[in-house]
């Protein structure tokens, strides 16, 4: 399975929000991959119940079509 597709998989199957040290930090994001997702709508920067990242529907969507590939 294709590595980015695992990595928003556990995004997916967070309780919680992860991925948030940076903007905790006052840091941009230094993964190109995460701000590829950021940039298409794949994920989003949510302040509650904490700092962090969450998959959107069209990171589920993105999933789904190229997750069996």
Known sequence: MDLEIEELR???NADYPL???HI???????????QRWVNEGL????????VGYMITD???AYITAHGNQ
Not at 43 to 50: K, M, S
């Open 10 to 12: 556990y995004l997916a």
């Open 19 to 21: 991925w948030g040290g």
């Open 24 to 34: 905790l930090r006052g840091e941009p994001i230094t993964a190109p991959e995460m």
């Open 43 to 50: 994920i989003r920067a949510v302040d509650q119940p904490r």
């Open 58 to 60: 069209k990171g589920r």
